[in-house]
């Protein structure tokens, strides 16, 4: 799944967290991941866990806004 970010100088954070939480990301470009959650049974779990876990995220740095897409 690819993860969109508003501010690049978030990129580094984002990414050291995502690895904290089990995720594999890997940089597109400046502001674009591809995440791969390793411990998601299927698809479907993974985009909901990547999902609650950027919200709570986003929550945590003001500002800055992540969209997700499959």
Do not use: K, N
Not at 5 to 25: E, H
Not at 44 to 55: C, D, I, M, N, Q
């Amino acid at each position: 799944m690819r993860v969109q970010l508003s501010d690049s100088a978030c990129l580094p954070p984002l990414v050291d967290d995502l690895l904290r939480g089990g995720c594999l990301p890997t940089q597109i470009d400046e502001t674009t991941l591809e995440v791969f959650h390793p411990l998601a049974d299927d698809p479907e779990e993974a985009r909901v866990e990547l999902a609650f876990f950027l919200r709570a995220w986003e929550s945590a740095h003001p500002g800055v806004e992540l969209t997700l897409a499959a």
